[in-house]
């Protein structure tokens, strides 16, 4: 069982990253699927959260209406569409994934699985 995020990257201010989170030997059907971040310094955050099945969603409000979780309807992954983004958006982008699709148990920051991490910068 793996998760691996993708996708980040150097972007400006009001720019846009997409990044993926690509799950292996495990079905995203009845999963829920989390991103959180991790700025250097500060404690890890949650950032957006979905359950595959009932599509329900929960976001941070300091990205809601910018960030947009979604299942790659083609793919075992789901995405983050980052919009607009900010100096304050910098961190590590790490991926999780409860696997019986307890989405408020994710949204607290308790995963069965964790992805690796993928650097988002965002800077001029």
């Known amino acids: 069982v793996q998760l691996q995020a993708s996708g980040g990257g150097l972007v400006q201010p009001g720019g846009s990253l997409r990044l993926s989170c690509a799950a292996s030997?495990?079905?995203?059907?009845?999963?829920?699927i989390g991103w959180f971040r991790q700025a250097p310094g500060k404690e890890r955050e949650r950032v957006a959260a979905?359950?595959?099945?009932?599509?329900?969603?929960y976001y941070a409000d300091s990205v809601l209406g910018r960030f947009t979780i979604s299942r790659e309807s083609t793919k075992n992954t789901v995405a983050l569409q980052m919009n607009r983004l900010k100096p304050e958006d910098t961190a590590v982008y790490y991926c999780?994934?409860?696997?019986?699709?307890?989405?408020?148990?994710?949204?607290?920051?308790?995963?069965?699985?964790w992805g690796q991490g993928t650097l988002v910068t965002v800077s001029s």
């Open positions: 999780a994934a409860d696997r019986r699709g307890f989405l408020l148990r994710l949204w607290a920051g308790t995963g069965d699985y």
């Open positions: 030997g495990f079905a995203l059907d009845h999963s829920a």
């Open positions: 979905m359950h595959i099945r009932d599509g329900a969603t």
